[in-house]
């Protein structure tokens, strides 16, 4: 026999068992995702992180949520990301989204003459409970610098009581962690700095 066809037939089913694998692996990340049609047209090298706005601590005092957001889009972004700090807005409006995804011009502007930005990465909490069950509500706006446009933005609620949101935590542990007991990933749901983790980490997953 012709050891071609044995050959053929052995990378086919080493491509379906790859299929098989990633499918199984990789599951749907629990944020909601919305683009514009023309998305792959900007071009993004730089993009700025702003101060989170929202919750229970203030307006623009979610230290941990801006750091998470720059840790998983710089991972995850393919694109350099810039941390912009409250000095940065001083004599600006803030960034808040206007009617149909728009923001202020002359903030945008001049953020992205200041740093060289291609895009602003816009965060808002929109619910967050500290005390067990945790529960943290995150949306980001990705609005490019050229028009003030929110060309993405994506929205994730995660909830520690939820198996979606327990399963995530635990798939997180393991894959980070490795051999991890219960009480190792459980511990997670306690932790806001994780969880913070955790809701930047699937608002960049779902990124185009």
Do not use: K
């Not at 602003?120 to 980001?140: D, F, K, N």
């Not at 327990?166 to 969880?195: C, I, K, N």
């Amino acid at each position: 026999m012709s050891l071609r066809p044995l050959a053929l037939a052995a990378a086919a089913l080493g491509l379906c068992s790859c299929v098989v694998t990633s499918a199984t692996v990789d599951e749907a990340p629990l944020a909601q995702p919305r683009v514009v049609s023309d998305f792959d047209t900007y071009r993004l090298r730089r993009v700025g992180v702003l101060p989170v706005l929202g919750g229970e601590y203030g307006e623009v005092n979610n230290d941990d949520l801006q750091a998470a957001l720059h840790t998983e889009f710089t991972a995850r972004g393919g694109f350099e990301v810039v941390l912009i700090g409250v000095e940065d807005l001083v004599g600006l409006e803030p960034m808040r989204a206007w009617s149909r995804g728009w923001y202020q011009p002359r903030t945008i502007l001049e953020l992205a003459r200041r740093h060289r930005l291609d895009a602003l990465l816009a965060g808002t909490v929109t619910a967050r409970q500290a005390h067990p069950p945790q529960q943290l509500g995150m949306s980001v706006d990705l609005v490019a610098s050229a028009t003030g446009q929110t060309i993405w933005s994506s929205s994730v609620h995660l909830d520690a009581s939820e198996e979606r949101t327990r399963a995530s935590v635990q798939d997180w542990a393991e894959r980070s962690v490795g051999d991890v007991t219960d009480s190792t990933w459980e511990a997670l749901l306690l932790s806001p700095r994780r969880f913070a983790q955790l809701a930047a980490r699937e608002l960049a997953r779902t990124l185009p």
